[in-house]
């Protein structure tokens, strides 16, 4: 499992067996000595927002403001990441070396059915992604809580 700490925002508008929960997206960047000087630092900072909003089950007596700990099997994550970013290259090579190689055609008409098969593998994943909603494989869970809110409370010193 990975796990990850998680702000609860509150419970679900549409089920009240669920939680809104808030998470900070980590970068490797963070902690490397190169991180002034490189291009996926850049990146980074004009990706903009760094926080995840997503729902969870309730499977513990949390409440606003609580901090909790989510985790996603790792099976299902390294399954996510194959459809996503795999799928759709292999597609894009694979029809676009059938064309080239397989038919014969011109290197203009490989560089289009290459986009094309880029196209129909970024369908093929998302068809994916809607059929398997529900599966269990792909949903991050509630472990346990990290804080209370109550607790969070008690380390702010009064300021008065």
Same mark, same amino acid.
């Given at each position: 499992?990975?796990?990850?700490?998680?702000?609860?925002?509150?419970?679900?508008?549409?089920?009240?067996?669920?939680?809104?929960?808030?998470?900070?997206?980590?970068?490797?960047? &963070?902690?490397?000595?190169?991180?002034? *000087?490189?291009?996926?630092? /850049?990146?980074?900072? #004009? @990706?903009?927002? %760094?926080?995840?909003?997503?729902?969870?089950?309730?499977?513990?007596?949390?409440?606003?403001?609580?901090?909790?700990?989510?985790?996603?099997?790792?099976?299902?994550?390294?399954?996510?990441?194959?459809?996503?970013?795999?799928?759709?290259?292999?597609?894009?090579?694979?029809?676009?070396?059938?064309?080239?190689?397989?038919?014969?055609?011109? &290197?203009?008409?490989?560089?289009?059915? *290459?986009?094309?098969?880029? /196209?129909?593998?970024? #369908? @093929?994943?998302? %068809?994916?992604?809607?059929?398997?909603?529900?599966?269990?494989?792909?949903?991050?869970?509630?472990?346990?809580?990290?804080?209370?809110?109550?607790?969070?409370?008690?380390?702010?010193?009064?300021?008065?």
């Amino acid at each position: 499992m990975i796990e990850e700490r998680a702000l609860v925002l509150g419970l679900s508008e549409k089920d009240s067996s669920r939680v809104h929960v808030r998470t900070q997206r980590q970068s490797a960047c &963070d902690s490397c000595q190169l991180k002034n *000087g490189c291009g996926q630092r /850049a990146m980074e900072k #004009l @990706g903009g927002n %760094r926080s995840l909003d997503f729902e969870v089950a309730r499977t513990l007596p949390v409440k606003p403001g609580d901090v909790v700990m989510v985790a996603i099997p790792e099976q299902g994550l390294l399954t996510a990441a194959a459809m996503m970013y795999l799928f759709p290259l292999l597609t894009m090579i694979g029809l676009a070396a059938l064309v080239k190689s397989g038919l014969g055609w011109s &290197d203009p008409a490989a560089a289009l059915s *290459g986009l094309l098969g880029l /196209a129909v593998g970024f #369908l @093929g994943a998302r %068809r994916y992604s809607i059929r398997h909603d529900q599966d269990e494989r792909f949903a991050p869970r509630m472990t346990g809580v990290a804080l209370h809110a109550q607790a969070q409370m008690a380390c702010v010193p009064d300021e008065t």
